[in-house]
């Protein structure tokens, strides 16, 4: 079989395991990359990291290379490949996208393109055409454009390969299964149970942890359970030789069953995720290997019988505790089991809050950082024994060190303070405890640095490619040392999210499941927000005085609010006054959030007209008149629940036109969006007197970055 190139994409912290574990399967000329790794091998390889691999994310064998400076030229390019070497007329397809630094600005629109240039071949050549199928497709394509030049290639794994096949749909798993595995080989279980060490896991959930243990201790292939894989479409499988890979992993799997091993038990307080992590050990065949019982962390005792082992956690989130006020104690409990209960055992913790790490009250003799969707975690080592003895939160646990600052974090403080003392004056006269104090001001200091009463939202913004990663790092860890210390917060009040290049809706879509939402002032408006859940908080800062606009003309008006998201507009014109008001977008959840908002400065939700909808197609019966229309649609969306693509440079004419004739006689428009480049058409709105107020819609604390979004004030003529 010929020698091929393959990538292995991988969360990111990932990826030097991932390298390792890929050359244990055999890949030759391995390197690591940003998020994922390259390495080379036959098809039997590519079959082997497909079933293997615990924790990459998708395989994809590289078809095809070249240049795409736009939409045209990457359809050309496309149409360029034989595509009856790879489906037939009767398969179906999907393409994803993902965009770095590329004049093809819009995910979807990319990967439009692709689809085109192969079913037009295909209806060429033919006279039928593959379908579209987004779920489980016989031929998935992926599509990356870096700097103008594209990699297409074939999505081997046809699925995430986090998705073993032995999770109940619907069950929710606060790790990825993959991340899950790259805990357990950090913290050296494969070697604990070589061994003969077991694994607890006192806080486990649905059973992630000690799942992933069972599968590492029987040398149970991640991908056996596994129903669908990309390749079982594709035109050159090899069947023959996939199931001589699959029989040969259930026998190593059987051999792996019959081995005695030592205790791998998992405990939680909830009945219903103890019944869970039951049904996964079933599904996975491990109900014989792993013990789960409901057991609260006050009733913790380690497994008998055994002397050594691995004890790891990942604590639950807020909302299984109540209030974050409680997390500290909890951690400390965490601690005190661990130290009372597994002396000679190592442990490992995961966390996103270095503050709550200490709060174990136990010494780290190795961090590791990982991350668990957006949010940065640190992976707490522990030996536990007599050198390392436990600290109760009133002896000190869980009080940080003060740091000495590096020249580079002292640079970036020098600059935060100086921004707080222009802005915090500003915020109390404006009657604001939310408001953006630094925007990549310093550029080797590229994150975005927002205050939310006390607590701060810190966006990293992904660096270039071509920028040093240990250089990236150390500047995180500047700004991580910096922010606290400038605005006298403890590190768990900071949000870490990394901003990057998103493809479709991704950026709208749960980073974590804390569920909490936090009030913030803005002027005579309280909103509330959630500052770990998603990359955006649920208000968009840079519109503040928009929605003050909106609040001055609203008196008397009939207001509509398109595209309305958590509805702040909406509480803006009740706030001014308006008689009526219309709310509408095409997520429930946001909807939700809305009535929240509305009712939360003491309006009654149920006297305002709220419809979930897909504004674009409900414009096309909607019926006025309104005497005040805001407008701020997504520069580009593709979402299930659409008709067709939205991109807005490309329809803004056709959607202003139809908003216009909702308009009163008298009425205006005020219309947004953040797509940097938009240019108005004017000449496909005649009929319409337009005016750009974005300059005045420009809050102070984002003149740094005035284009940050554009304003329009639209009235019939």
Known sequence: MPIQQYFATAALGLEPLLVTELENLGAVEVKQERAGVRFSGDLEMAYKACLWSRLASRILLPLARFEALDPDQLYNEVLKIDWSEHLSETNTLAVDCTLVSSKINHTRYGALRVKDAIVDQFRSRCGERPSVSVERPDVRLNLHVYKDQATLSLDLSGDSLHRRGYRIDGVHAPLKENLAAAILIRAGWPDICAAGGGLVDPLCGSGTLPLEAGLI?????????????????????????????????????????????????????????????????????????????????????????????????????????????????????????????????????????????????????????????????????????????????????????????????????????????????????????????????????????????DEVHLQEYRAPKDIDEAKTAERLRDVQDAVPLVLDLPPDKIHLKVRQQQKGNWQYEKQARRGVLKEVQEGNCTFLVNLTDYLDTGLFLDHRLTRQLIQKMAGGCRFLNLFAYTGAATVHALMGGAITTTTVDMSKTYLAWAEKNIALNHFDPADEEIIQADCLSWLETAKGPYDLIFLDPPTFSNSKGMDTTFDVQRDHPDMLQKTARLLAPDGAIIFSNNLRKFSMDRDALSGLDIEDISAKTIPADFERNPRIHNCWLIKRQ
């Open 217 to 453: 201790a029987t040398a149970t292939a991640p991908g056996l359970l596994r129903t669908y894989f990309g390749f079982f479409g594709w035109k050159q499988h090899d069947v023959a030789l996939w199931d001589t890979l699959v029989a040969a992993a259930r026998q190593q799997q059987a051999l792996g069953l019959e081995k005695r091993l030592a205790p791998i038990v998992g405990y939680d307080s909830d009945n219903r995720a103890i019944k869970a992590a039951w049904q996964h050990a079933q599904n996975a065949g491990l109900d014989k290997v792993i013990h789960f019982e409901r057991r609260t962390l006050r009733e913790f005792t380690a497994p008998t019988g055994i002397s050594t082992g691995l004890l790891v956690a990942n604590p639950p989130y807020g909302e299984r505790l109540g209030v974050a006020s409680e997390l500290p104690e909890f951690y400390n409990l965490l601690g005190e089991k661990m130290a009372g209960q597994c002396p000679g055992w190592k442990a490992a913790v995961i966390t996103s809050s270095p503050q709550l790490g200490r709060s174990i009250g136990l010494r780290a003799g190795k961090i590791n950082v990982l991350y668990n969707g957006a949010l940065k975690c640190q992976l707490l080592q522990f030996q536990l024994g007599d050198d390392n003895h436990w600290q109760s939160l009133e002896e000190g646990a869980g009080k940080a060190v003060k740091k000495t600052l590096s020249p580079g974090a002292e640079m970036f403080a020098n600059r935060l303070r100086k921004n707080l003392k222009k802005l915090k004056k500003w915020a109390n006269r404006e009657g604001l405890d939310c408001y953006r104090l630094y925007d990549a001001d310093l550029p080797e200091y590229a994150v975005a640095v927002d205050l939310y009463g």
